[in-house]
C-alpha cells in the first residue's frame, strides 16, 4: 500500500521559513519524480516543486529563489524549505509521486503565513 504523509506545516509570520517533509512507503522511492503542489482555499492546485529521480530539480517564477525542494534516498523522503515567506503562500501543501503515468497524492499539511 503506498503512503505519502506530509508533515512540518504551520503557522509562520510574513518573511519566515518553514521546512516541510514528505514520508513515502510502498513504492521504489528512489525512481519515483517527486512534487510539492500547494491549492489555496478557492483556487486551483498549482506546482511548487519538483524533483527528478536523478535530482534535477524545477520552480515556477513565484517561489524560484525562495524555496528549495530534496530528496533524501535512504530514508524515502523528499523536502520543501520555505524562506521568505508571504502571505500568498498560504495553503495546503501536498507531496505527490510519480512514475509511467502513475501517481499517488498525500493529504496535505496546511500552511498559514499571517501576522
Known amino acids: 500500500q503506498v503512503q505519502l504523509v506530509e508533515s512540518g506545516g504551520g503557522l509562520v509570520q510574513p518573511g519566515g521559513s518553514l521546512r516541510l517533509s514528505c514520508a513515502a512507503s510502498?513504492?521504489?522511492?528512489?525512481?519515483?519524480?517527486m512534487a510539492w503542489y500547494r491549492q489555496a482555499t478557492g483556487k486551483q492546485r498549482e506546482l511548487v516543486a519538483v524533483?527528478?529521480?536523478?535530482?534535477?530539480?524545477n520552480y515556477p517564477d513565484y517561489v524560484k529563489g525562495r524555496f528549495t525542494i530534496s530528496r533524501d534516498n535512504a530514508k524515502n523522503t523528499v523536502y520543501l524549505q520555505m524562506n521568505s515567506l508571504k502571505p500568498e503562500d498560504t495553503g495546503v501543501y501536498y507531496c505527490?509521486?510519480?512514475?509511467?503515468?502513475?501517481?499517488?497524492w498525500g493529504q496535505g499539511t496546511q500552511v498559514t503565513v499571517s501576522s
Open positions: 505527490k509521486s510519480t512514475l509511467h503515468g502513475f501517481e499517488y
Open positions: 510502498g513504492i521504489a522511492f528512489s525512481i519515483f519524480t
Open positions: 524533483i527528478s529521480s536523478m535530482g534535477s530539480t
